[in-house]
């Protein structure tokens, strides 16, 4: 397919800071592993692209939604020296995006689609992967592509989806034919698009918190898009009680109704003692720490573990953040408990088990508070600099 | 508490078969773990009886609901040389009932409430495991009640809760507390009488089964109570697709009411084509085994697994069988299968996660089909020989 | 690198049987998944090849060692009809050899080792993986190569490796570069060739069996190579006896050798009341069936279980069979025990730890009883149809 | 059995200090959970005794042997204000001692041998936990007795092993007869004397960390007699290299002698650096924490993981300390690596497994650097306040 298209695209200067050494993953001027330290005076321009041509393994896909993520904002954003926000893996210029949805339109002879293991032929609506994992470096053939040595993002280092095309992969898509049955037509992309913001947090409460079993009481600390995907999965994994903890009343309200059973401001009331009080003195089973602020409220945590009479539960770390968790080894030894790390959404099975479980009725859509179109991609990423209400905005792409 | 009492009581001759040698846990005259091989004539009788007096870890309960279980109606049933049909522990004369609920009337100085951690003061409403594990055997001192080497059971060598009172060791008490929030006074009792069969359910599929992943499929074979209750538990773990394989009508509407997506008569269409056609080929994770004919069940269950595309399918053997399992070994190894067997439910956190998914509103109390007093539990045990429509009949006793 | 070189290499006919239908992953006149309805009249001629080249992920190995496995000899065995014995995927032409360790002679740009997270550069040792994975598919995303959906494999359907060189992808090779502090520049490439064999074992006893903890009882059924690996692995893991049950004496000793503890000729005692006496009464934690007769064996391992005291024992089903395994779901019950499928030898970090078990001392290479050269290699896998000495016979190619 | 008997008996004054509160586990003026806070001047004082009798549940033991803990030093050290070092359960006075093992003297009725399956008659040679577990309480009937929340302990609320006889519950007793064929009288008893102390190394690596895979590298922090037990049971869990940091030299020696591969004195070089050099980048699999100084050694251990490659590192807290871990979340996310803590040593079938170990061979008396007379105890017991060259003094009872 020939032709031009928009591109919505993070342009920055190369500029590293002294401190900064190239390291082995970074190519000097295209692309760095320490974004922060490295890109300066980010803009988002609109640019005309030729139409990528997908390769014998890869496809053509039309986007059709895609959502901007925290990780947009803060390539975007600017700190007082100019540096952008965004501390990671980085490769400007870049068409941003990878919360998204498409329909393929060409199709390389060995892009096989895993849901019919059958080529690609065209028209099939598909999500994937935000993480280009390389399939042959040790952590790959162990089984973690969430840690591949040689990972492409896209909407990174990789041209995203504020487009009308773009070349994927065969190997990170995956068939959102099995919404067809819950969702129109228009609404399939939406849904499809949230695909992979849940399957972060189904990473992180499912695969890396090692799940729950029915009857368990779950804790979510921050009620952000992942936070509220969390309430939403554990709920239906069968928790009898989720308890999302969240100062802003909008993405509290939004918790509860995706999934949270009850909301607690920690800014209003003391957050153990009103988990404890909720669970009469038993605490909980997980907490999901996503709010990046580990030395606020770990000691909550930690009361809740050491006061209540739960044993065995997991907290995991899902936000990053430069502070240090003040762990007491007491509390996990006395109490049994365990911290684990969660990085990433691939492998496991979790983007397939996401579409059946949205298939079945968890509804994520809520989550959109606002759609946009293609224009509107750059103020809006502008405006989540400071605008804390809008939960999920989606351009959705004609 | 002083004062006599009524109990509808299982009344048997020892009469062992020629073939019958004394077990090392049976006891002449007393108890066998092979009743079919020794209990003769049975018949019930309501006789009076002292109201029991608890020892310091035990407790007086007033029962105030008790279901009738599928067991009751063997140990009351005998075949053509009048043997009784169910074939283990028994220990007659025994007053029958294990599916109780009730409320603490006295309680010894060292009996705990596990749920206050504090001892028992009276009115606690609590109900029981059946099976009064040992705490002192290999398999208790290994975290394995369910496989006790010492086993007492309520009802069949214990007396058991067809009655207005009954001493119990605190040990094996759960208290329905948590229940108030979610069912009026009587209805409690209704829920709490369920705990122990919904905990069978939940050990077979959860802790044998290995519990499944938000998004998975199962498919359950057989609506008795057992199978109706996981498929509320697999639907509540998250299950995208619950399917209920079951010839009898009001079996099925049951289970679909209580969480099964989708329900097969397997004497009308071909289990296995009908499965791989309703998951659209991809075949299920967990298979709950609970006909008790694996020769003439277990052929579908490998055709699914071999023909459809889900790896790590678990087929958990809940029922008991005479019969061998004809496995192909093969099935097992180009899957990544396996099969486990499952048997009681006790310890590993069962019984208060069922208790918390039902205060959560997993309601059971549609199985209760019929509620019945107490003098009329033998003629509805004698009724269950032949009466399949009902699923569970329950004496609320007043 | 241009240049000629001799491959030991399977040729067949293509006459399928009247019964065989051409599969989804078949080829017409090329490859089969069903070997043994299809392919007809085997021969093995040393035939002249093109020294291959090497693609940029790929690279060109110069072959060092590779064994002789019995799928070898089923692929040139042919039965009265003239069909080969092999059943699975096969594809003639082919140079057979799958056992195999080599040198690094040239890399594809792209081809990293994963031992130095770099590209090869030349001169590494290496093993390799045969099952080559196709890295796309379901199974292969959710991390289950050993499952994939597009397999192709080394030797069967994949030129192999009775020749000089040969051209691998980078993804399946391992580093045999730390055997170099334990074994001297030849004896590396054996231990090497060893690496494939000893994975299938430590697949089936650790990933698909779940290992041991240190102080359980195993027992291994047939002392085949993959069943003498299972003995060094599970006594290196800890257990506190390793039981071989093998009727051929040449092979029990290999086995108490290379980790059994104690050998069982089934042929002469009991084989369930030997391993009861010899585990005091306790019966073992750990069975692999690799004997492929699993009516034959499995009432022993039955009746182990069901007398034995160990509860939550595990059966691998490691050998292909065709016949059913007589499950008698009681004893999956009554004793908490699990049958398990195990196959391949591909991811779950198989490949790294069998090496790094090898470099600290698990010394595979008494498994080797003949070395020959490539041009004895036609010879000795027909030799290998009816002599049961012989353990492992390896080429050596210089 | 009539008769008196020495007991080595640790006198205190219950004089708390003014911000004690009786928790609700507490006795006035006889035990508290939080000894350093309430004992006050403690002595050593050989004190006599009746033989005491056992109830129907219960053996009298005459002991053989029995080690001194680090814990009987610091219940018998005072503080500048003459408070105890040992911050836990103690009720004084109480015969000390909890690392023994002895011979079943009389059993009562209902005092079943877990080896044999049959009541005690006299003659067994056993070892026992050091934890009395209730088997009632919330966590006992789940499965976790290291978690009892009325938990009594030898030596420290009730009469331990520093004398001639002693009664204990048969619940807790496990067989050392499988030693008889590794050791002879004698010895049985001193090696039985270890099992207590190397199923809390057991129970931290194995049940707690997880366990590893053969090939799996370890590092244990501090050779203390738990860390030295800790590296002989990875060793024969199959670790392919097992480091050992611990700077003197003559623990440094004996971890060695028992398992580990190399020794890190961290006073001479830098942990980090040494532990990347050893495993050639790769960092470690497991860690186990056994300083008690996380402030101090944790930033090492998160260098190891964070410049390893190793992903899924755990990290076992098994050493009590009041300083925070200081814990970089991003590590545990990067790295999919986890933080567990270890308490206690019973259940999940530890203490037999960890017999059997022994009697296949894993010897731990090297771990007894001195053996003294019951007279010799109070004077040995002062003698470890400074001394850290004896690794175990183990008392012999004659």
């Known amino acids: 397919m020939k032709g031009k298209m928009k591109g919505v695209t993070l342009v ?5 800071k002294p401190k900064f050494e190239l390291g082995s993953k970074d190519i000097e001027d295209r692309q760095t592993y320490l974004g922060s330290l490295v890109y300066r005076n980010p803009r988002i321009e609109i640019k005309e692209y030729d139409i990528p041509t997908p390769g014998p393994e890869e496809v053509l896909l039309e986007v059709k939604a895609c959502g901007i993520c925290g990780s947009d904002v803060h390539m975007a954003q600017a700190d007082d020296d100019g540096y952008i926000y965004y501390p990671g893996l980085t490769g400007f210029p870049c068409i941003l995006g ?17 849901q019919t293991n059958k080529p690609f032929k065209g028209g099939e609506r598909v999500t994937t992967e935000e993480m280009l994992w390389c399939a042959s470096c040790k ?15 896209i909407g990174f280092n990789i041209n995203g989806a504020f487009a009308k095309y773009m070349v994927l992969p065969a190997r990170t898509l995956w068939s959102l034919e099995p919404l067809a049955e819950s969702y129109n037509d228009d609404d399939i992309f939406l849904a499809g698009s949230l695909v ?10 499912i695969e890396r918190g090692g799940g729950i079993r029915p009857g368990d009481r779950v804790v979510v600390l921050s009620g952000g898009p992942i936070g509220i995907a969390a309430c939403a999965i554990l709920k239906r994994a069968g928790a009898s009680m989720v308890i999302i903890s969240e100062p802003q009343e909008e993405r509290a309200k939004l918790a509860l109704k995706l999934g949270a059973d009850v909301a607690i401001n920690p800014t209003e009331v003391d957050f153990a003692d009103r988990v404890l009080e909720l669970t009469k003195g038993m605490g909980a089973d997980l907490f999901m720490e996503a709010t990046g602020l580990p030395e606020i409220v770990y000691p909550g945590i930690e009361k809740v573990i050491w006061e209540g009479r739960t044993l065995n539960s997991t907290i995991v770390v899902t936000a990053r953040a430069e502070a240090k968790i003040p762990v007491t080894g007491e509390v996990l030894q006395v109490r049994r408990a365990n911290i684990v790390g969660a990085q990433g959404h691939s492998g496991h099975g979790t983007f397939p088990r996401v579409i059946s479980s949205m298939a079945d009725g968890m509804d994520m859509t809520p989550m959109i508070t606002k759609k946009i179109r293609l224009e509107e991609v750059p103020e809006n990423i502008i405006e989540l600099q400071t605008n804390r209400e809008e939960c999920k905005i989606t351009c959705l792409i004609k």
Chains 1, 2, 3, 4 share one sequence.
């Open 196 to 205: 992979e913001p849940t399957s972060v947090a189904y990473n992180a409460v």
């Open 98 to 114: 990878h919360e998204l949805s498409g329909v393929v339109v060409e199709a390389g002879k060995k892009a096989f689609d895993k």
């Open 139 to 153: 952590p790959c053939s162990d089984g973690y592509p969430n840690h591949c040595e040689h990972l492409d993002e």
């Open 12 to 16: 920055a200067d190369w500029d590293p």
